[in-house]
Nanobody, 126 residues
């Protein structure tokens, strides 16, 4: 049974930084793509970043250059380093694992992710 547990959210001023973590259990993150999505109040859940099982990363245009996704396969944990945060980054951030193993497509597609964490809230004040 796959479980994902996010941590690291909080309140930060605009221009600040946060590092989110997602600890996985039940399956190695080295065999499935991992993604970060976010959902602002009243809005749909949107793609933020993903890292493929081979270690390649992909970012939404809205966060490119400010956000870095990384992983530690020994600790089975995925990270999202967020810098130069803006008020529009305020959302609940969710970690997710793709359904298939060794899959190299659909990293941006929310529907390709089967396992989700409970979310961690990020609030950026202006």
């Amino acid at each position: 049974q796959v479980q994902l547990v996010e941590s690291g959210g909080g309140l930060v001023q605009a221009g600040g930084s946060l590092r989110l973590s997602c600890a996985a259990s039940g399956r190695s993150i080295g065999t499935s793509a991992m993604g970060w999505f976010r959902q602002a109040p009243g809005k749909e859940r949107d793609f933020v970043a993903a890292i493929s099982w081979t270690g390649n990363s992909l970012y939404a245009d809205s966060v490119k250059g400010r956000v870095t996704i990384s992983r530690d396969t020994v600790k089975n944990t995925v990270f999202l380093q967020m810098n130069s945060l803006k008020p529009e980054d305020t959302a609940v951030y969710y970690c997710a694992m793709q359904r298939g193993r060794y899959q190299s497509y659909g990293l941006l597609n929310l529907g390709e992710y089967e396992y989700w964490g409970q979310g961690t809230r990020v609030t950026v004040s202006s």
